[in-house]
Nanobody, 116 residues
Framework: QVQLVESGGGLVQAGGSLRLSCAAS????????MGWFRQAPGKEREFVAS????????SYAVPVKGRFTISRDNNKNTVTLQMNSLKPEDTAVYYC?????????WGQGTQVTVSS
């Protein structure tokens, strides 16, 4: 089992920045990847960004590319999402995600609200 705890999030004006962090605990050896998804009201959960744990290779959804940056700290088993130039359409609950040995784990989610 892998436990994920998110922190960060909150309310910010359009154009502002926020930083989300996610700490993994439990069976964190042999993590395949970690990442972030988001779910806006009335919409399905969607992919935001991910990072391959061992190699640091990153992927981004088109709407956030160039504005969001995902990074990881292997020693602390944390992943961070730096979000810049935020837009109202970025408003959603953001979920941390971990993939390990064919199992997917989720955090509890953290609210990000961007006002116009």
């Amino acid at each position: 089992q892998v436990q994920l705890v998110e922190s960060g999030g909150g309310l910010v004006q359009a154009g502002g920045s926020l930083r989300l962090s996610c700490a993994a605990s439990g069976r964190t050896s042999n993590l395949d990847s970690m990442g972030w998804f988001r779910q806006a009201p009335g919409k399905e959960r969607e992919f935001v960004a991910s990072i391959i744990w061992d190699y640091g290779i990153t992927s981004y959804a088109v709407p956030v590319k160039g504005r969001f940056t995902i990074s990881r700290d292997n020693n602390k088993n944390t992943v961070t999402l730096q979000m810049n130039s935020l837009k109202p359409e970025d408003t959603a609950v953001y979920y941390c995600n971990a993939f390990r040995q064919s199992q997917t784990y989720w955090g509890q989610g953290t609210q990000v609200t961007v006002s116009s």
